[in-house]
């Protein structure tokens, strides 16, 4: 069998490239191919090749084939004597079209691929190849479908054809005298999941499963009720009969497994639940132990049913997503997702610190020195969010946490805005109202500014013991917020009032920050010129404030009227326990939640417009 491949390689190659160059380069293939055939034919004789192989032959002789541009036949073979053919016609020199079927053999190859020079060469062209069903497959249901974008999510008018192989194309017009290419969508509805929902439009329907690697979703609307039940009960009789054939499918499973583990699955039965930190509307915050490994983390657990009520399902996934991609020392880190039958589950680091909310009430005001270290961690962190294209907008003190050392952990990415980068605006009216910048107030379209002023409020009532601006009748807070001047207490220092006066400037075309230096022209201000902001990033900086925790479990920097509740949980009766996962099953919200935080690759999440 290996003899046949670095043959085909050999001649594909010289087949490129004309002349004696082509030939000395073949020559070369040939003898690094021998090599790495004979390790790999020892090791995988041990592994997973003696369950799977996977070789390409030419039609042609290999070395009458080297000039010509004949058509070639690629051939998958499989040790159950079953073997899919495909032609590829050479269009000429430098391009080639390559048909192929079925997915799951597709994706089987290019695993095994990975190894070697050659597969790599026979993954690329696979990569690109366009995935069309054999010749005898038969039609199992066919008509027209409106198709969600997954990019930008409009509306769009396919002709869907689905076959018993599990190929599923649409096309932009109905197929004539049974020509299948050049589809606009190919999918596999092998082993996919189904969800029937009315949102965002009545009849719809989403078909969940992986394409190659990755866990992606596709929603369609049909044309009635009856439609759409009809494409359901389609999709479903062939995705369980393609279960039910040779059990070759599952053993590439397993062979999956065995070459790429995929992390366990996290429920709340992984943990200890000990004391409630916090609580809000959607939810609490508790102290837990991790079975496995007796570490302590936060678990944020939101009720399902308060999130979509309150519109606020957006959100709540934006910060999945930020919480994902997000890694620095002043932000806290998470460490799982995972949802149960009625809540979303977000397992973060602890900081046993408390809120600097906590902290400033018993205190009532910091010291320069103090305020000018925890700002510039603020600053540093949100320095970060910026250079990611992430706007926070809710900065305050409740989201200002304290870790084990004394050093800042930004909390709450609830508000987060993604891909908003110097110039990028974004409009929607969202934060706390006594943080809020003029220009949100004023209806405008705002960009990474408001995270400036939103520091400034913070810092200012870190120095003076209170916030710049404040009313309890929201209205009057908000025109004190547009029109007063920020006014100061003698005792600060020039560099104090200089800084807090360029945070706080009511155009953010001129407020400290809101230039395309962001960050640095914070930085540079003489109120932290004592900063060396490597070594503070690198946590070198001694905080001047250490808590004084008794254990690891000691909340004493906490709430109390939180930490005496019971962390006890009622399950819902019509979903069973707590603990249950339900990743599908009626929960088109929260499609694709869990994150595992020792994963490799991570999950990527449905885009939203502007919130």
């Known amino acids: 069998m290996y003899t046949h491949i670095y043959k085909s390689v050999a001649s594909t190659v010289a087949y490129k490239h004309n002349g004696q160059l082509a030939k000395v380069l073949a020559a070369c293939v040939s003898v690094t191919l021998r090599i790495i055939m004979v390790i790999e034919k020892f090791v995988f004789s041990l592994a997973v090749l003696p369950t799977y192989y996977a070789c390409i032959l030419c039609q042609s002789s290999f070395i009458n084939s080297i000039f010509t541009s004949n058509v070639n036949r690629f051939v998958i073979l499989r040790r159950y004597g079953i073997q899919e053919t495909v032609d590829t016609q050479a269009v000429n020199d430098e391009h080639f079209e390559f048909t192929l079927r079925p997915l799951w053999e597709i994706k089987f190859s290019i695993r095994i691929s990975s190894r070697s020079f050659l597969q790599r060469l026979v993954s690329s062209t696979i990569l690109s190849a366009g995935m069309r069903p054999p010749v005898d497959s038969k039609i199992v249901h066919e008509g027209w479908l409106m198709k969600r974008g997954e990019h930008i999510k409009n509306w769009r008018s396919r002709y869907f054809i689905l076959f018993d192989d599990g190929t599923l194309l649409g096309f932009r017009q109905r197929p004539e005298n049974g020509s299948y290419n050049d589809p606009l969508n190919d999918f596999t509805v092998k082993d996919c999941q189904l969800m029937k929902v009315d949102r965002p439009r009545p009849n719809t329907f989403i078909v969940r499963g992986l394409q190659w690697t990755t866990v992606i979703e596709r929603t369609f609307n049909a044309l009635s009720p009856e439609d759409r039940e009809n494409w359901v009960n389609a999709i479903e009789s062939v995705s369980q009969s393609l279960k039910h054939e040779s059990g070759l499918p599952t053993q590439l499973e397993q062979l999956m497994k065995i070459a790429d583990p995929s992390p366990r699955k996290v429920s709340l039965d992984d943990f200890i639940l000990l004391k409630v930190l916090g609580k809000g509307t959607f939810g609490r915050v508790i102290l837990a132990r991790e079975k496995q490994t007796d570490q302590l983390f936060a678990i944020k657990i939101l009720k399902k049913e308060v999130i979509i009520a309150k519109d606020e399902v957006a959100h709540t996934l934006t910060e999945n997503r930020v919480l994902q991609k997000t890694k620095h020392p002043f932000l806290t880190s998470l460490k799982y997702s995972f949802q149960t039958s009625d809540r979303l589950c977000f397992v973060m680091e602890y900081a046993c610190g408390g809120e600097l909310f906590f902290h400033l009430q018993r205190e009532k005001l910091f010291t320069e020195e103090r305020t000018r270290f925890y700002g510039a961690e603020i600053v540093s962190a949100l320095a970060y969010l910026h250079e990611n294209n992430i706007v926070y907008r809710d900065i305050k003190l409740e989201n200002l946490l304290l870790d084990r050392e004394g050093h800042i952990k930004i909390a709450d990415f609830g508000l987060c805005k993604e891909d908003i980068s110097f110039g990028e605006k974004t409009k929607t009216f969202c934060g706390t109202p006594e943080y809020l910048a003029p220009e949100v107030l004023e209806d405008n379209d705002y960009g990474r500014g408001v995270d400036w002023w939103g520091t400034g409020v913070v810092m200012y009532e870190m120095m003076c013991g209170r916030l710049p601006f404040y009313n309890k009748d929201h209205e009057k807070l908000f025109e004190m917020i547009l029109t007063e001047t920020v006014k100061f207490p003698g005792k600060l220092s020039q560099e104090a009032k200089s800084l807090l006066s360029g945070l706080l400037m009511k155009d953010p075309n001129?407020?400290?920050?809101?230039?395309?230096?962001?960050?640095?022209?914070?930085?540079?201000?003489?109120?932290?010129?004592?900063?060396?902001?490597?070594?503070?990033?690198?946590?070198?900086?001694?905080?001047?404030?250490?808590?004084?925790?008794?254990?690891?479990?000691?909340?004493?920097?906490?709430?109390?009227?939180f930490t005496r509740e019971s962390v006890d949980f009622t399950p819902p009766a019509q979903f069973g326990t707590l603990s249950s996962i339900s990743e599908i099953d009626e929960q088109p919200y929260f499609t694709q939640f869990s994150f595992h935080g020792n994963s490799a690759q991570r999950q990527s999440f449905h885009q939203f417009d502007d919130i």
Do not use: C, N
């Open 510 to 561: 001129r407020r400290l920050g809101g230039g395309p230096e962001d960050a640095q022209e914070i930085m540079a201000h003489p109120f932290f010129e004592p900063i060396d902001w490597q070594a503070l990033y690198e946590k070198r900086l001694v905080p001047p404030f250490r808590p004084e925790v008794q254990s690891d479990t000691d909340t004493s920097y906490f709430d109390q009227e």
